[in-house]
Every structure is written in C-alpha cells, then in structure tokens.
C-alpha cells in the first residue's frame, strides 16, 4: 500500500471506527517519504486520537513516533506542527501548558486544536478553550493571512457538525454548538473564498435548526442560498442549501414552502454527475421522507 491509499483511507474509515484507525496508524510511519506526507500523518493522528478517542497519551506516544523520522525537522513546518499538536493534547488533558514561549498565532490554534479536542469529551472546558482562543485572536489583530483564521474556521465547523449530531443537547452544548458555527462563519469570510463562507452559513442554518431557532435557521439558510447565487450557483451548492432551507420549513410547518425546496433541491441534483449524486441520494431522500 503507498501513503495516498494508507491516508485516504484512515480518513474514510476514522468517523465510523477511530479506535481500528488508530491501531494501524503506526502502520503508516513506514511509508511516509518527506515533510508534507509527515504533516499529513501527524494531522491525522492528532485528529483521531484527540478528537474521537480522547486518548491524549496514545496520541503524544504517536507524535514523538514521528518526530524520530528522517523527514521530520525540528525547526521546520513538522517541528512546528507537532509542538502545537503536543500543546494541544496537553491542554485537553488538564495540564498547566505555558505558552507564553510560542507565537501568538500559534497560541491562538493550540486553544482552539484543543477546545477540538474536548467538544465531545468536556463540553464546559472546550467552550472555555475556544472563548479564550477567540478572545486573543482579537485582540492580536494577525492579518487575514495568518494561519490562525483557518485553525479557528475549521475547529468552529468540526466541533458544530459534532454536537449537531448529538439527540439531546445540553444547555452547554447547544451554547458551544452555536459559537462554533458562528465561529467558522467569521473566520472562513477572512481566510476562505465564497465556497467555505456560503458552506459556513449551511452549517449556521443547521447549528440554529437543532437549537431550535427557526427564524436563525432560516435567515441563514437563505443567505447560503443568495451566496451560491451570486456566484454562477453551483449545483451542489444549490442542492445543500435547498436542503437547508427545506428542512427549516418542514420544521416550522411550512409545507407549501417545503415542497418547493424539495423540488428545488432535486433540479440541483439532476444536474450532478453520477459520482455526486451517489452520496447526495440520502439528503434528498431525508428531504423527502
């Protein structure tokens, strides 16, 4: 098996099974040929065994594994990335991380990395980690192009589509799922193009659905929708905010109205290609049921 097949799939199958995943990360070390494939590897780690599993010893053993390669370098993109990736773990764990040391954009992306870490672990601790890490984003006023606008936008869109998830919510929940996504919304308008800023509004129509504000819900929905129109309205982007907007209406008892999103929704899918319209089947068959 080269790298491209080992990474590609441990992500395909992490979400259903992170503790298999996990037991064959090690299995990747020996086909990894530079930097770039190191940082994958690292990422991924980081990913499974903090965010899924929660096992932040596990994951430290596997980023010292790493640090032991011939591709890793010290004071390069890997140093670099496995200090605040170690940090990270830490935090999660309860340890007295002092990172007075690190720059300030890296302070930023561990809080945040390990208000990740904990959203389905400690709910109360990772809305503390990711308030703080916004709170310093702030007032470090880093430009558009730092690094960090990117960390805060994908953490605040993972830790949102967890607790979406979640059947019962908690009030601490429901308030972290809400910051996330507004979260992702602020920072991908900075650090994405059109493309993750009309996704980061799905993912606020959604996050506001499950709370059950319908009026939220709505207005984001819509602002998806006007975004993707604005920009030669792709028809997967079409689709998912039809969706949206369908489930939002089919929640509030707007039949009529979640009818003609249905409809709507089913024009985007036609015009896909068939690889898309595999796995687009089931949110069309949702929005139907």
């Not at 004071?75 to 991380?97: F, K, N, P, T």
């Not at 040391?101 to 302070?107: A, E, I, K, M």
């Not at 503390?128 to 890490?133: T, V």
């Not at 249905?262 to 949110?283: I, K, N, T, V």
Request: proline share 2%.
């Amino acid at each position: 098996m080269d790298f491209e097949t080992f990474i590609d799939t441990a992500w395909t199958d992490h979400a259903s099974d992170a503790a298999a995943v996990a037991r064959r990360l090690d299995d990747g070390i020996a086909l990894v040929a530079d930097e770039a494939q190191l940082n994958r590897l690292m990422h991924l780690g980081q990913h499974v065994y903090g965010e899924h599993l929660g096992e932040w010893r596990n994951g430290m053993g596997f980023l010292d594994r790493l640090a032991a390669l011939p591709a890793f370098g010290v004071d390069g993109a890997s140093g670099q990335a496995q200090r605040r990736a170690i940090a990270a773990l830490r935090l999660a764990e309860g340890a007295d991380v002092r990172m007075g040391h690190l720059p300030v954009s890296d302070r930023v992306r561990v809080g945040a990395m390990a208000a990740g870490n904990l959203a389905a672990h400690d709910t109360v601790r990772a809305r503390r980690l990711l308030e703080e890490a916004l709170d310093l984003a702030q007032r470090a006023g880093l430009p558009a192009t730092d690094p960090m606008h990117r960390a805060l936008a994908v953490t605040g869109n993972t830790i949102a589509g967890t607790l979406e998830e979640k059947a019962d919510r908690t009030a601490d929940e429901r308030a972290l799922m809400i910051l996330a996504a507004q979260t992702a919304r602020r920072h991908w308008a900075i650090a994405g193009t059109w493309l993750e800023t009309e996704r980061a509004e799905y993912r606020l129509a959604i996050t506001w659905l499950q709370a059950g504000d319908l009026v939220r819900a709505r207005e984001h929905a819509q602002a998806c929708l006007a975004i993707v129109a604005a920009n030669q309205g792709a028809p997967l982007e079409r689709l998912f905010g039809w969706e949206a907007l369908g489930r939002v209406e089919r929640a509030a008892g707007n039949e009529a109205d979640h009818v003609q999103a249905l409809a709507r929704a089913r024009e985007a899918f036609a015009e896909l290609g068939e690889s898309d319209q595999s796995w687009c089947a089931a949110s069309i068959d949702k929005l139907a049921a």
